[in-house]
């Protein structure tokens, strides 16, 4: 049984009610309507909550730090876990207690298994070091694209060169190639969680 709404006023204590929950969180038109009309009934609801959702100054401060992202499609294809792992960098951020800056993203284009390493600094000495300690774990994959962020554009030669040395040393049986992407591939979507934080 729903209540029926008639005042100004008790419309929008239900539509605060609705649109924030106990957190603090607020949600958006779809789920605000559900919640409204799953309780309570007046004439024109979704107009109101629709209304109510874009005069809400926390969504809107919120919606326009978001960064919103055109997934295109992606030519690389993985058959295999591990086969094919994308690389991105991300940062400067505020200098954690062991004074980490940025973050390097490593993502399993087949599983879209997700590691995140921090990095002191963008030097191609720096970023090879986390992507080593990552094949340490789950081994080289055959192919790694890797995104055309400023850091790594301008080392591209150093840091071929450097994790090129680094494998033989470590004898890796690794022919894969390290090759460069347009700046969009999956790490994009992981770095929407990231930037908020």
């Known amino acids: 049984m729903r209540l029926v709404i008639v005042s100004d006023e008790e419309k929008k204590n239900v539509l605060q009610k609705c649109h924030e929950n106990a957190a603090g969180t607020h949600h958006g038109i779809s789920r605000t309507l559900t919640l409204v009309e799953s309780n309570y009934y007046w004439t024109s609801v979704t107009n109101d909550v629709k209304q109510w959702v874009y005069a809400c100054q926390h969504c809107q401060v919120a919606k326009s730090t ?33 004074s980490h800056k940025y973050v390097i993203i490593m993502i399993d284009l087949f599983t879209k298994w997700t590691v995140i390493l921090p990095l002191h600094d963008t030097s191609a000495a720096e970023i090879a070091k986390a992507i080593i300690s990552v094949f340490f774990l789950y081994g080289p994959p055959q192919k790694m694209p890797i995104d055309q962020g400023k850091e790594l554009v301008h080392q591209r030669t150093k840091q071929n060169d ?18 460069y992407t347009p700046a969009f591939h999956c790490t994009s979507y992981i770095q929407c969680f990231i930037l908020p934080v």
């Open 66 to 98: 978001t960064t919103t992202t055109t997934i295109k499609p992606y030519s690389i294809k993985a058959e295999d876990p591990w086969t094919a792992v994308t690389v991105a960098l991300m940062g400067p951020f505020r200098a954690t207690k062991k």
């Open 162 to 179: 450097f994790l090129i040395i680094i494998l033989h040393i470590l004898s890796f049986s690794w022919t894969g190639t390290i090759f």
